[in-house]
């Protein structure tokens, strides 16, 4: 079957960096999705990868290493604000998106 | 960036009444929407895929006949939970799929339904 793995809750402190690593077992791979969901709220956009290499946007980045199935999300200079879920999702090569079921970021003083 | 507007943002219902949400995609055109399911604590389902023109795709175990969906034009696409009931209180997501980087098709969500069925 098609799988996402995840760590269901991490810590960090504020100003500090943190990184959220995604594994992946899907049939087929068609690019992978970083969402930032706060709670209450619907999930946004932060990155998409699709070859392997590291893509930076601003205090996020976002790696990907098809080989492995791995995929990893960077953030830096740690807000408060950060505080929140973030979803993995792989499309397959049916390019249904697969979720994970999450990470809980949560970002103390 | 692309917007998909959604509402109502919170409903609550009596049991055995039906509620309606709406997704309208702002500026820009989606032939296809996909409307998910998400607990408490719990990741994004995917209930169903909304065709512009035709009928929706239901996930296995979604019941078709109790989540109807109506994608009636290029920009809106319409949830109705027939007959509610407690079991169905969830947070309802549409979303469509718009132009993103590296010409990737990515998720736009609404800004979700909160339903409470009493």
């Known amino acids: 079957g098609q799988n996402i793995d995840q760590p269901t809750e991490m810590t960090a402190t504020e100003g500090a960096i943190v990184q959220i690593n995604c594994t992946y077992q899907t049939s087929g791979f068609n690019g992978l999705f970083w969402y930032q969901q706060h709670a209450g709220e619907a999930p946004t956009f932060l990155s998409y990868?699709?070859l392997d290499g590291l893509e930076e946007k601003g205090r996020f980045s976002s790696f990907l290493s098809r080989s492995k199935g791995y995929s990893y999300l960077l953030l830096k200079e740690l807000q408060m604000k950060d505080s929140a879920s973030y979803l993995c999702?792989?499309?397959?090569?049916?390019?249904?998106?697969?979720w994970g079921a999450g990470t809980k970021l949560i970002i103390k003083p | 960036g692309a917007v998909v507007s959604q509402h109502p943002s919170w409903v609550i219902c009596k049991s055995g009444t039906s509620v309606k949400i709406e997704c309208r995609s702002l500026d820009f055109q989606a032939t296809t929407m996909f409307w998910y399911r998400q607990f408490p604590k719990q990741s994004l389902m995917l209930m169903a895929t909304s065709n512009e023109g035709s009928k929706a795709t239901y996930e296995q175990g979604v019941e078709k006949d109790k989540f109807l969906i109506n994608h009636a034009s290029l920009t809106l696409s319409t949830l109705t939970v027939t007959s509610a009931h407690p079991e169905d209180s969830s947070f309802y997501i549409c979303s469509a799929e718009a132009g993103g980087p590296s010409g990737a098709n990515v998720l736009t969500f609404g800004a979700g339904s909160r339903l409470t069925v009493l």
């Open positions: 999702a792989v499309r397959d090569s049916n390019y249904q998106l697969i």
């Open positions: 990868n699709v």
